[in-house]
């Protein structure tokens, strides 16, 4: 088992930077590629970003790219997104996730989740 608790959410302008953390305990953290992903109401919940075991690969949905950047440090338990120039259209929950199998970039593909953080971007 991993559990996972989001934290860093918030009320922004547009344009404001905030990051979110993700610390975990459980089974050892290193060992899992972990995701990022959001819903907003009445959508689907996305793939945002992903960082590799080690940290040195990072994925990105196309929207986020150049605004977004996901880091991790295994010591601490922690991965992080940190999110800057934020659009009202970044506003969903935000969870993080625990890759199990497959693709990054697919809810499915991961088998341990937070419950979310919400962020919301005022315009």
């Known amino acids: 088992q991993v559990q996972l608790v989001e934290s860093g959410g918030g009320l922004v302008q547009a344009g404001d930077s905030l990051r979110l953390s993700c610390a975990a305990s459980?089974?050892?953290?290193?060992?899992?590629?972990m995701g990022w992903f959001r819903q907003a109401p009445g959508k689907e919940r996305e793939f945002v970003a992903a960082i590799a075991t080690g940290g040195s690969k990072t994925y990105y949905r196309e929207s986020v790219k150049g605004r977004f950047t996901a880091s991790r440090d295994n010591a601490k338990n922690t991965i992080y997104l940190q999110m800057n120039s934020l659009k009202p259209e970044d506003t969903a929950v935000y969870y993080c996730?625990?890759?199990?199998?497959?693709?990054?970039?697919?809810?499915?593909?991961?088998?341990?989740w937070g419950r979310g953080t919400q962020v919301t971007v005022s315009s």
């Open positions: 996730a625990a890759h199990y199998s497959g693709s990054y970039y697919v809810p499915v593909s991961y088998n341990y």
């Open positions: 459980g089974r050892t953290f290193s060992n899992y590629a």
